[in-house]
């Protein structure tokens, strides 16, 4: 698991979705991550907001088994924020790069 928070891309490096919104992309605040993009429709619908603080883990859908996945489990509070950072450790963004 680890905490990130959201701010919306805006580079030509990534493409919008099917209805023409762009990628979130996460900034790693503790623990480890394999990845943080997330799906512009979906965190619209979600109502998240930029700049919250969300806590995260990664999955593979078995359908999609090269495509690492980011789900968001719930917002952090303020309170909560700290003793997570603690438990959670420095962040880092653990990305495979092919050989």
Known sequence: MFLAKFQQVNSDKFSADKNNNMPFIGEILAGKATGSIYNGTMFQRENLQTNKVYLCDNHVDSEYPDNVQTRIISE???????????????GSLEVDTPE
Do not use: D, W
């Open 76 to 90: 952090v509070s303020l309170l909560e924020l700290q003793p997570l950072m603690t438990q959670l450790g420095t």
